[in-house]
C-alpha cells in the first residue's frame, strides 16, 4: 500500500493525541516518525507507532511530561524528560544545545527519564539551518554483546553527525554501532533468510547465519563483527554511547536501560532514570568563516564521489546520500507500507475510534 | 633489548633537541612517544623517531614553529601549528580546550597545519586530572579505501575518547577506524604471515590474506571489512574524522593529506594545511556532580567486567585496560625495544653525536 506523507502523518499525529499528547507534541511525534518513513529507515517509522502506544498503555510513557533542566552550564544541560517520547524530549533537548551554541560556540545537552527516540539523524539535522554540526546519540534496550561475552549489554547504541554543505547535500552519519542493524535481522527473520556471518553470535557465542538466533537467546555483534575484524572497536564506540548518553547525566546503562517492547519489564534496582540522550550542536564558524567550511565541504564530497570504483556501475556512496534520494522520491510518490505495517495502523484506528486512509 | 622508560626518555628528548626543539618542546615530544611505548602501542613510540627526523630533514617539520590562534570563540580555537610536531601542537591544542571548558564547561580545537601527533589517547588523558571527559582525533595520509573503492582516501583515522572513574581506571577507547592498524599489518610483513580476511584488499578491489597486498598498491579496509559487515559504517567514521579534523579548521583531507614516510611528497594543489586534529574536554560536572559521574562509572566498569564470558579464560575487556596493564609493567621492568628500532636508534645516535646506552 502506498500512502501520502501528508494522510500518514495526520493519521500518526491523531494518534499521539488519542494518547493524550498536546497537540504541538503530537505533531512533533509524527514528524520525527514520518522523517524515517520518507528516509526508507521503515524500521524506525510508524511501524513503531504501536509500539509506543503499547508502553503508553503500561505508563512507561508519559505523554504530558514536565520538562526540567535539572544542571546546567552556559554550554550545557542535564534535561530530566518525566518519561516523554523521546521523539518530542530529543529536538527540545537540541533546541537547548542550538541556543546555547549560537551565543557560546558549542552546546551540548544530556536528556535523561526519555525513552525511545526515533531515528538520530532527525534531532542532529536540527543543526543544520544554523550553519552547525550536529550531534545525536541514544542508548537503547540490550541486544548486543560484547567481545568475549555473551550477554546483551549493550544496545545498538547509534551515533550521528551531520555536517552541512553549500550546493551539496550534508553529509549524514547516522550508524547503529553494532555489525547490522535489529531492523536488518527482523526482515530475514520475516522472510526466512539466512544472514551473514559476524552479524549475531548464538546463545553460547558461537558462529552462526540463523536470523532466529537472537530470539532464541544470542545476541547481536558489536561492529567489527568478529575478534580478527575489530569487534573490540565496535564495542568500544557502543560503550562511548552508552557512557556519554547514560552515566553522564544519570540515565540506565547497559543492562538496565528499559526494553522498547512493553512486554518486557525493566529490570528492579535500577540504577538510573529512563533510558538516555546525547545531542550537541556546534557552529562551524566557531573554528572558520561558515561560507569557507561549506564550500570545502563541497569539495569533500565531490573528491569521494570521484574516487576510483570497484566496479564501474557501483558508485562511491556518501554518507546520508541513499536517504536523501529516497526522501525525494517518497515524498512524490508516497510512502510504501508493509500489509503487517497497515494492519497494525488500522487496530490503532480502531481502538482509537480514528479512520485510517487505506 | 630492554631498556628503562627514563633511559629511552632522555635518549629521545635529546634527538628532538638535536632537530632544533626547544628543551620544553623536545620533552614533551619524547614523553609523548615513551607513553607509547609504554602502554605498548610500539607502532607509535620511539619506533617512529626517525620518521620524524626524515620529515624534519625535509623540512616538512618545523621543530621552532610559531603557534597562531586564527580563529577563536569561548569555547573553540583554530590553532596554526606552523608546521610543528603533532606530539608538540596536540597537547598545546588540548589546553587551550581545558582552559575554555573550565570556565564555560566544554572546549575544542581544530589544529592545523600540523604533522603526526603519536597516540591520540595521549592527548584525550590530558583532560582526566580535571574531571573531563576527553576526545582527540586526528586524520592521516591516506591508506583506507571507502566501501565500494580501490583508492586511498582515507588515513586510519582514529577517534579517541576518554571517561575518568573514582576507584578504576578510566575508560580510554583509541582506535584506528579502519578494520585494522597498519602497525598490526607491517608486523604481519615482517613475520611473513597471512593476515585476516577484511584487512585489506588488492589494488582491483578483491579479497586477500597477503600482508603485503598494501606495498603492491591495495589498500586497507574500513571497519565493518566487507559492505555485508557493515564497512560502510567504518568508511562513515573514518569520514566523521577527517572532516573534523581536515575539513572544519583548514587543514587538508582526503588524499591530499601529507604522508607520514618522508619518501612520498604531498601531491601539489593541497586545499589546506598540513593534517589536521581535533581535540576537545567536557567537563564531566556540567552535567551531574564529579563524584556522581564517577562512581557510576565504577558500576559501569564492573558491570562489563562481570558481563557473561564466552570462555571462562578470557575475561571481557574493559577499553584502555590492556594499555594501562601494559604501561605498569613496562614502568618497572623497562621497554622492550624490537632489533630493527634499536638498529634505528643507533643510527640517530651517530648522526647526531649522541650516546644511545645500548
Known sequence: MMITKESLEHFT???????????????????????ADLRGIDSHGVARLSGYVRLWEKQRINTSPQFKIEHETLTTATLNADRALGLVSAPYGMDIAIEK???????????????????????????LPHDMIGIAMTNASPLVAPTHSTQRMLGTNPMCYVFPAHSHQPVIVDMATSAAANGKLEIAQRTGKAVPVGWVQTKEGSETMDANALKNGGSLLPLGSSVANGSHKGYALSSVVDIFCGVLGGANYGIWVPPFVAFLEPLSNLPGQGLGHFVGAIRVDAFRPAKEFKRTMDQWIESFQNADRKNQDQPIIIPGEPEYNEEQIRSKEGIPLHESVVLDLMQLAEKFGLHFNN
Chains 1, 2 share one sequence.
Open 101 to 127: 551554541a549560537k551565543t557560546y560556540g558549542c552546546g551540548f545537552t544530556s536528556i535523561i527519564n526519555s525513552n525511545h527516540f526515533g531515528i538520530a539523524a532527525y534531532h542532529a539535522m536540527k543543526a
Open 13 to 35: 499525529s491523531q494518534v499521539f493525541e488519542k494518547m493524550g499528547c498536546s497537540n504541538e507534541h503530537a505533531q512533533l511525534a509524527a514528524n520525527v516518525l514520518l522523517k
